[in-house]
């Protein structure tokens, strides 16, 4: 059996906690370098009648014309979310309040009786409002969006560089490998949710500052402290990270 030393030494030659997209933070999103960053602006009246459009989306409910993004639009105006003062800070109540309104006018049931191809489009915008949400309302990817938008890309194999925090992931994993009990596990998520906190407010910070150096760092930083919150919640089944 090997000791937690040489456990700790094999750990530290290869990337932490590296698991799928899945198992590594359930439901996150991680956006390639410039995938949004090109987004466009949506449009305010409708491209067919002129009437004032419902939502940020191309679709009428007058003369009920529906037409596909040519571009990715930004998250942020699609749903009336603010980027001011900080675009990490979200109202999770309002974005919630945008996203079914703009399904309201999409939703590809509306559009069932205005051919399939309509239907199709709807469909589509749908499913880029579901996007635009979802990315939006989880931190891990909000933050991802927000540096994509600033040509900055988070890969979910990128690694740590801070050498103490490293080793603080180690023995948070080995802590959660050996717990024998509820209370010990609750106690490691206690801490993993003291160190989530800072982070927020690092990279609340860092983007109000501008600093997407910091930003990038304290993003990866974050993406380690979820995985290890995931692997938490789903004790003792959580899977061994020597494997």
Not at 13 to 28: C, D, I, Y
Not at 89 to 100: A, Y
Not at 107 to 136: C, Q
Not at 150 to 166: R, W
Request: with cysteine.
């Amino acid at each position: 059996m090997q000791s937690s030393l040489a456990r700790v030494v094999l750990r530290a030659h290869r990337p932490l906690l590296a698991t799928s997209r899945t198992t590594l933070v359930p439901g996150a999103t991680y956006i390639p370098s410039r995938l949004y960053s090109a987004s466009l602006s949506p449009p305010t009246t409708c491209p067919s009648c002129g009437a004032p459009l419902p939502t940020r989306l191309p679709a009428c409910p007058k003369c009920f014309h529906i037409e596909r993004p040519g571009n990715k639009y930004d998250f942020y105006e699609l749903l009336n979310a603010p980027k001011s003062p900080n675009p990490f800070i979200v109202d999770e109540g309002q974005l919630k309040d945008s996203f079914r309104h703009a399904q309201r006018f999409v939703h590809p049931d509306l559009w069932a009786t205005h051919g399939e191809n309509k239907t199709g489009v709807a469909r589509d915008l749908s499913g880029l409002v579901n996007e635009a949400y979802n990315t939006l309302l989880r931190p891990l990817s909000r933050i991802h969006y927000i540096l994509a938008q600033h040509d900055i890309g988070v890969s979910e194999t990128d690694q740590l560089d801070d050498p103490q925090l490293i080793m603080e992931v180690i023995e948070m994993r080995e802590a959660l490998e050996e717990a024998a009990s509820e209370s010990e596990v609750e106690s490691i998520r206690d801490d993993v949710a003291g160190k989530t906190s800072d982070t927020f407010a690092n990279i609340e910070r860092s983007v109000q500052l501008e600093d997407w150096d910091e930003a990038r760092k304290e993003a990866v930083r974050l993406k380690y402290l979820l995985g290890i919150e995931a692997a938490a919640r789903s004790w003792p089944d959580a899977p061994s990270s020597d494997h």
